[in-house]
């Protein structure tokens, strides 16, 4: 099953530089194992926002989740999913 995915960072402020760091290095890490894995597809900035547009592969809404809460950005990301089905007029 496909899932369109919207993430919105939005990291504190007075979290020190140093920590904010480290998450984003974990979270980079994860991101791409997860792009190994096949589970995440497409990885899009928008243009001008701290967010992204992203396509997951996922068996079900559960694992989806689980795949989206491991994140280590999770805490600080408003994230919207969007399922996603065949459109008749697709030739791929
Ligand atoms: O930068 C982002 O959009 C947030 C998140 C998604 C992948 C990653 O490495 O960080």
Do not use: C
């Not at 904010?20 to 994860?30: D, F, P």
């Not at 079900?60 to 969007?82: A, R, Y």
């Amino acid at each position: 099953m496909l899932f369109l995915v919207r993430m919105d960072v939005n990291i504190p402020h007075d979290l020190p530089a140093e920590q904010a760091e480290a998450i984003k290095a974990r979270e980079k890490a994860y991101a791409q194992q997860l792009q190994r894995e096949g589970h995440w597809r497409h990885l899009w900035r928008v243009a001008g926002e701290y967010a992204n547009y992203s396509v997951f592969d996922a068996a079900s809404n559960d694992e989806l989740h689980g795949l989206l809460s491991q994140l280590p950005l999770f805490p600080f990301m408003k994230i919207q999913v969007t399922p996603l089905a065949q459109h008749p007029s697709a030739i791929a």
